[in-house]
């Protein structure tokens, strides 16, 4: 019947009367008004459709984006009829069938009927039967019939029954699918291709809307028909049906009734008016020739469909009937099940913490469900609400009833989140709402349909993990400590913030399983990817310390454990931690540093004793052999030599002593020439031959505040890297000393350094050259380029800690090849220079005296050496080798000494005790005290027990005269 009607334009009054009548006709007698009622109710009451995007006049996209055209009105028409709503959305063609297969689509309003859609697909009977055409551009001469477009490339819409009848009937080898018929006539009309194959009603209505004037169908040859005179294409005639999911029997019968309908009140015929004339040729018949056409049509089948529906007639009224009980028993049934869904449905709601709401344009009304209600605090008891009391609980009204006005007058998207005040409790609530659009038959805004969840409980949930993320970013950061993961089977990785920060690279692509290998130095990969590997095979977590690469190249320490993730027995996953140790492994390295100084410290204070009291009978016996001997004789020279090298080796004891304190000498004036020419003399016995050392210093230089072992120990760090940088083939050092005036240059180059006058110590090799990227890295602690056991890498990092402390500044150039220049600027002070003792042994009018001396020591030399210049001088000295010997004789004779002279580290009874012991009998006794070296006895403790002074050996002639004198009365 539908076929009837796609042709009709103007004077055929008669047809739609006689369909009606015969439609009329056939359903008084196929259903009873109570059972078709009863049947229209079936099934759900809501189903979802789609429209595709763009076929018209069947399909279109209004310009807000919803569907309109033919076959979705007549839908639309159809279900509501049948008692039901429907809503539609836009989507390509071949999804769209796909969806209505898989059941995610009720009914689709426009699908061809085919043998093979048949078996995916049931349909409706036939609403509109339409034939196939070929367009072209105006002047085409080449194409004539369907033989014609053998080899042309042909243009249809992808997935449309055009494209599969060209396919099918092998028409071209040249076949261009397009999304839709907008793109493929646009393409034909700018000159694209040679024709397009589509249905002649699509055809003609894309012509129209594109307004497209070089584009015609081809026309047919002495074809008579009441459609527009075109070139039909056998085998291409569609019956256009409503498609629902195959099985859907229920919906298919109530589509059909539905459409039924629509023929009796002449809804259809009022659709096709509207969609189909405007777009139709002017006809070019006579009315006695439609009727007659017509009647040739309807005739014959009017008489089958009446025999058919008289046979289905009497089987439905027999099915009709026999049901009737069943069916009024299963729609109590199914209110139970209602009221139980409703109820089921509020629980839900509840439990979800989302409702639903309407809000109607016309009557500004807002309709909420009872969790909406809840949501915002109002009374449970009443669904309906002003807009306004709703808005009025909202912190960001304007924002909000901007969007509904955007959502309604502009149809932009309405997703918000938002805070609401509780109308009744003044709660404060954070909420999200989503709402869409509905439109009424003339397209114009009705309804806004909408949802609302309570996400209170979410968003506290998301600050508290936000806070937890925050929290272990910050423990990691503290920490140095990353976090990995390697997906084995997608060959993918993933790192936290914080290994890209221990890697030194910008948050990005991370490095895949078998590439972060690369972030190693060759052994220590080698033994990551070992007890990698082993870990995948055992299921046995591996945790390593190794060194690694920056993407900077800078060397660091790191910890890796790793843990296997399997499923199913195979490992799947690696995940671990990643830490940057460096610091760790520097205090560990500090402490053992610290160990090996203080072993040192521990031996230099061993050796320095017996050494010292060996210098000071070298020193003693030298000084009064000169004294002995005649001003210009060859042995007085001799002497002389002997002397200076004591004194040399007392200040290099002395130097390893201080180097092995804790605590450095208070800083005082030096002169920067004379502590050069110190470190130097003591540099060149260690240096090789092929060395030479070579010291321009300035005179008359002013002074810096230093430490003078602080600033020789910098000095000879500086002079023993240059050293082994000309290691193998020699060399020249050179030293120049001068002062000068911080340029501007260094001072922005430098800006701690303050202007004024410096000393310039520069330090010059012809060593290998340091490499440019190395340059920076040399003050680091524990960087070397040396092979381990050759250094510890401290060298230069204490020499920078030296000359900041001294408020200096460290300047290195250099190029590999051309050696290097260490520049030390250091501040000078307007101070006088630290007063250096002379090395002449002759100090002429030496103090003397006569009173009586008690001198203790366990050395016999010392001991000797001691009296002789004593009782030289006129002083009467009695002797003991150890401090229980003079314990004794003191006791036997308090009141016989004037003054007691004892060396401090003695076996059994040390001087530091004996003094104690001889001053808690004689308070008054003078005592003075004597040591090569000693951590215990320093010249404070000594004075606080009572001690008048701390002598440190070896004693020169005149320190022990003098410091006889100053102690006696």
Known sequence: ????????????????????????????????????????????????????????????????????????????????????????????????????????????????????????????????????????????????????????????????????????????????????????????????????????????????????????????????????????????????????????????????????????????????????????????????????????????????????????????????????????????????????????????????????????????????????RR?????????????????????????????????????????????????????????????????????????????????????????????????????????????????????????TEETFKIVEMEAGPVPGPDEHLSYYPAEDRAILEKEYRQAMKTGKKFDLELQGNTSKGRLIWVRVIGHPVFNDGKCVKMRGTFQDITDKKRMLENMLQSQRLESIGVLAGGISHDFNNILSAILGFTELALENESANSQLRDDLQEIYAAGRRAKELVQQILTFSREKYQTPCPLSVPVIVNDAVRLLRATFPATISMVIDAEENVRPVLADPIQLQQAIMNICTNACQAMEGKGGALTIKVQETVASESLLEEQPHLSPGAYIALKIQDTGIGIMAERLGLIFDPYFTTKHLGDGTGLGLAVTYGIVREMRGAIIVESEPGQGSIFTVFLPVVDQELREIPSADPETPCLPGGTERILIVDDELPILKLTSRVLEEHGYTVTTAENGVVALEKFKNDPQAYDLVISDVSMPTLSGDQLAKAMLTIRPDLPILLASGYSKTVTEETALQDGVKGLLQKPVSEESLLRAVRQVLP
């Open 375 to 495: 949501i915002f605090g109002f009374d449970s008891h009443s669904s309906s609400l002003s807009l306004e009391a709703v808005e009025a609980c909202i912190r960001e009204r304007d924002r909000v009833h901007q969007a509904l006005i955007d959502l309604i007058e502009k149809g932009t998207s309405y997703n918000l989140e938002f805070e609401i005040i509780t109308q009744n409790t003044a709660q404060v609530r954070a909420v999200k709402a989503r709402a869409e659009l509905s439109y009424n038959s003339l397209g114009k805004p009705q309804v806004v349909n909408g949802i609302l969840q309570d996400i209170t409980e979410q968003k506290l949930v998301a600050e508290a993990l936000q806070e937890s993320e925050r929290f272990l970013r910050e423990v990691g950061a503290i920490a140095r400590i990353g976090g990995w993961e390697h997906d084995l089977i997608a060959r993918t990785a993933r790192w």
């Open 1 to 372: 019947m539908a076929q009837t009607q796609c042709v009709v334009k103007a004077g055929i009054t008669s047809l739609p009367t006689i369909l009606r009548t015969f439609i009329v006709l056939l359903w008084c007698l196929a259903s009873p008004p109570a059972a078709y009622a009863d049947h229209l109710a079936e099934g759900p009451t809501h189903l979802q459709s789609a429209s595709e995007l763009d076929y018209p006049p069947f399909a279109i996209v209004k310009p807000d984006g919803t569907a309109d055209g033919f076959s979705v009105e007549l839908l639309q028409a159809a279900v509501e009829a049948a008692g039901k709503t429907i809503s539609f959305k836009i989507g390509p063609w071949h999804e769209l069938k796909e969806e209505l297969a898989t059941g995610i689509l009720d009914v689709l309003p426009l699908v061809s009927y085919s043998k093979e859609r048949h078996k995916i697909y049931d349909f409706t009977a036939p609403y509109l039967r339409m034939n196939g055409t070929v367009f072209v551009r105006k002047n085409t001469t080449d194409i004539k019939s369907i033989a014609d477009l053998k080899g042309k490339e042909v243009l249809v819409m992808k997935g449309d029954t055009a494209h599969e009848y060209v396919v099918q009937e092998n028409l071209t080898d040249k076949i261009f699918p397009t999304v839709s018929y907008d793109e493929a006539f646009q393409r034909l009309a700018q000159g694209q291709h040679d024709a397009v194959v589509v249905q002649q009603l699509v055809g003609l209505q894309m012509l129209k809307k594109l307004h497209i004037d070089n584009v015609v169908a081809v026309a047919s040859k002495g074809i008579g028909t009441l459609k527009p005179v075109a070139l039909r294409l056998d085998g291409f005639e569609q019956n256009f049906c409503f498609a629902v999911k195959e099985g859907n029997h229920e919906l298919l019968s109530q589509l059909n009734e539905g459409l039924a309908v629509l023929y009796l009140n002449g809804t259809y015929e009022a659709l096709y008016k509207k969609w189909f004339w405007p777009i139709l040729p002017p006809l070019e018949h006579s009315l006695w020739q439609i009727i007659k056409e017509l009647l040739f049509i309807l005739v014959p089948l009017l008489l089958i469909l009446s025999l058919l529906v008289m046979w289905y007639l009497k089987r439905l009224v027999s099915q009709k009937t026999m049901h009737l009980e069943e069916e009024i028993k299963r729609r109590k049934r199914i209110e139970i099940s209602l009221e139980e869904a409703n109820a089921n449905y509020i629980k839900a709601q509840a439990i979800g913490r989302v409702g639903n709401w309407t809000y109607d344009i016309a009557t500004n009304t807002f309709l909420g469900s009872a969790e909406t």
